[in-house]
């Protein structure tokens, strides 16, 4: 049985954790918060409650193995449910899109309804991502890259010049769909130009596995996850931020906190390695895509009825999440905002015919730098500075015998199911006890 310690009570920590008690190894957790569930969990004020991340995740089965391989299924401990629609865009011009997820032949008549033939021209520029993201899952997201033995597709897709923004522009000549096509990488913090063409991959995902969420709030995955780690026998240690890995003899040997050293035989950092002096030389080059602007509201009395996620495009480009958990007779929305935010949010959002702003009675704003502060990181995880960026991330190898990482930087895409799947190649290559 080995000594393990994860860093970090996020989503990628949490998971890792409970993989590797259930391989049987004395697992550790360390968290800087008083709480597990990093931007896993929720914001609450005057009887209103809002996931304080993510309010939909892809790649249902990263999640159902996670918890089949850890103890009891998922659908014993949380009910994720599809969405019929993954979002609704409207764009400057007036129109709208109303996408749906899972269905390929769904989105082709959705799409057409933008216009004649951009319905076929999406559903190809999609279906160009089937093989890329086999490469991908298969040699990547659930293989440690080896360079020397890698496959020549996946080097050469890595090393490739061409950034999205520029593979978008060859492929429609209608805007909105390029806005369609970039939006979740926008919202995430990147600029397309710097982000290579395979970071679109999401929309693959979406259309072939569709988008997920969990009545009353996703945040119920980070308690459930918390709750595993307390039936695999997992110690979890809050309040307490680690401040550096202790080497000796050219080995990880422990983890350094305000209050002593954890020993360890293995370590899995799944924060920002940034944040400790023994790996930030490693990773000096990358910087992480910070949050957007976010703002939690109460309303009270009629709001217009919208779907799960509406996004208006623009400048400021603004994402409204109806969501949230509310008293009777109210609502609980969250707004994000990217770009030139001039003005208040709600009144950006006003200018789009979304007027809430006398029905406030509630409210909690949330700056980039709040949100990094209050989750120690970003889960965003790198910045995109380049379509040949992946090679500065760190992970899951280190060049520190012992230290492997997981979670958002420690992968190439955002959200649940890429932090998931670095735990999963993490509890693979420390193996059985």
């Given at each position: 049985?080995?000594?393990?310690?994860?860093?970090?009570?996020?989503?990628?920590?949490?998971?890792?954790?409970?993989?590797?008690?259930?391989?049987?190894?004395?697992?550790?957790?360390?968290?800087?918060?008083?709480?597990?569930?990093?931007?896993?969990?929720?914001v609450?004020?005057?009887?209103?409650?809002?996931?304080?991340?993510?309010?939909?995740?892809?790649?249902?089965?990263v999640i159902?193995?996670?918890?089949?391989?850890?103890?009891?299924?998922?659908?014993?401990?949380?009910d994720?449910?599809?969405?019929?629609?993954?979002?609704?865009?409207?764009?400057?011009?007036?129109?709208?899109?109303?996408l749906?997820?899972?269905?390929?032949?769904?989105?082709?008549?959705?799409?057409?309804?933008?216009?004649?033939?951009?319905?076929?021209?999406?559903?190809d520029?999609?279906?160009?991502?089937?093989?890329?993201?086999?490469?991908?899952?298969?040699?990547?997201f659930?293989?440690?890259?080896?360079?020397?033995?890698?496959?020549?597709?996946?080097?050469?897709?890595?090393?490739?010049?061409?950034?999205?923004?520029?593979?978008?522009?060859?492929?429609?000549?209608?805007e909105?769909?390029?806005?369609?096509?970039?939006?979740?990488?926008?919202?995430?913090?990147?600029e397309?130009?710097?982000?290579?063409?395979?970071?679109?991959?999401?929309?693959?995902?979406?259309?072939?596995?569709?988008?997920?969420?969990?009545?009353?709030?996703?945040?119920?995955?980070?308690?459930?996850?918390?709750?595993?780690?307390?039936?695999?026998?997992?110690?979890?240690?809050?309040?307490t931020?680690?401040t550096?890995?202790?080497?000796?003899?050219g080995?990880?040997?422990?983890v350094?906190?305000?209050?002593?050293?954890?020993?360890?035989?293995?370590?899995?950092?799944?924060i920002?390695?940034?944040?400790?002096?023994?790996?930030?030389?490693?990773?000096?080059?990358?910087m992480?895509?910070f949050?957007?602007?976010?703002?939690?509201?109460?309303?009270?009395?009629?709001?217009?009825?919208?779907?799960?996620?509406?996004?208006?495009?623009?400048?400021?480009?603004?994402v409204?999440?109806?969501?949230?958990?509310?008293?009777?007779?109210?609502?609980?929305?969250?707004?994000l905002?990217?770009?030139?935010?001039?003005?208040?949010?709600?009144?950006?959002?006003?200018?789009?015919?979304?007027?809430?702003?006398?029905?406030?009675?509630?409210?909690?704003?949330?700056?980039?730098?709040?949100?990094?502060?209050?989750?120690?990181?970003?889960?965003?995880g790198?910045?995109?500075?380049?379509?040949?960026?992946?090679?500065?991330?760190?992970?899951?190898?280190?060049?520190?015998?012992?230290?492997?990482?997981?979670g958002?930087?420690?992968?190439?895409?955002?959200?649940?199911?890429?932090?998931?799947?670095?735990?999963?190649?993490?509890?693979?290559?420390?193996g059985?006890?």
């Amino acid at each position: 049985m080995a000594r393990v310690v994860v860093i970090g009570g996020g989503f990628g920590g949490m998971a890792a954790a409970a993989r590797l008690a259930k391989l049987g190894h004395d697992v550790t957790l360390l968290e800087r918060s008083h709480r597990l569930g990093g931007a896993l969990t929720t914001v609450e004020a005057d009887g209103f409650a809002w996931d304080a991340g993510p309010t939909s995740t892809l790649l249902p089965a990263v999640i159902r193995d996670l918890f089949r391989k850890s103890g009891r299924p998922l659908e014993r401990e949380v009910d994720l449910q599809p969405l019929e629609l993954v979002r609704e865009h409207r764009f400057e011009d007036g129109s709208s899109l109303r996408l749906p997820g899972g269905s390929r032949a769904a989105q082709l008549a959705a799409v057409d309804e933008l216009g004649p033939g951009l319905g076929r021209q999406w559903v190809d520029h999609v279906a160009a991502y089937g093989d890329v993201w086999e490469l991908l899952r298969k040699e990547w997201f659930e293989r440690a890259f080896d360079g020397d033995v890698a496959p020549r597709e996946l080097t050469a897709l890595l090393g490739g010049r061409e950034s999205l923004e520029k593979r978008l522009r060859r492929t429609f000549r209608d805007e909105r769909l390029r806005l369609v096509a970039g939006h979740r990488l926008v919202m995430d913090g990147h600029e397309l130009r710097n982000a290579p063409v395979f970071a679109g991959v999401d929309a693959y995902l979406e259309q072939r596995f569709g988008a997920w969420t969990v009545p009353g709030g996703l945040a119920a995955l980070g308690t459930a996850m918390a709750d595993r780690l307390t039936l695999r026998g997992v110690t979890v240690v809050t309040g307490t931020a680690a401040t550096d890995l202790v080497i000796r003899e050219g080995r990880v040997a422990a983890v350094r906190t305000a209050g002593g050293e954890t020993p360890a035989d293995h370590v899995v950092v799944a924060i920002d390695p940034r944040r400790l002096p023994a790996l930030a030389s490693y990773v000096r080059r990358t910087m992480p895509a910070f949050p957007p602007v976010v703002c939690h509201v109460g309303l009270e009395g009629e709001v217009p009825d919208l779907p799960h996620e509406v996004v208006l495009h623009g400048d400021p480009l603004l994402v409204v999440r109806p969501g949230g958990r509310a008293p009777d007779g109210a609502a609980a929305w969250t707004v994000l905002g990217r770009g030139r935010l001039a003005e208040d949010v709600l009144t950006a959002l006003a200018r789009h015919g979304l007027d809430v702003r006398r029905q406030v009675v509630a409210r909690v704003d949330l700056s980039p730098r709040d949100l990094v502060e209050q989750w120690g990181g970003s889960p965003h995880g790198v910045l995109w500075q380049g379509p040949r960026t992946a090679g500065t991330r760190l992970g899951p190898r280190t060049p520190v015998p012992g230290v492997l990482t997981a979670g958002a930087h420690a992968t190439t895409g955002s959200g649940l199911p890429f932090a998931g799947l670095s735990a999963a190649l993490v509890a693979e290559m420390i193996g059985r006890a």
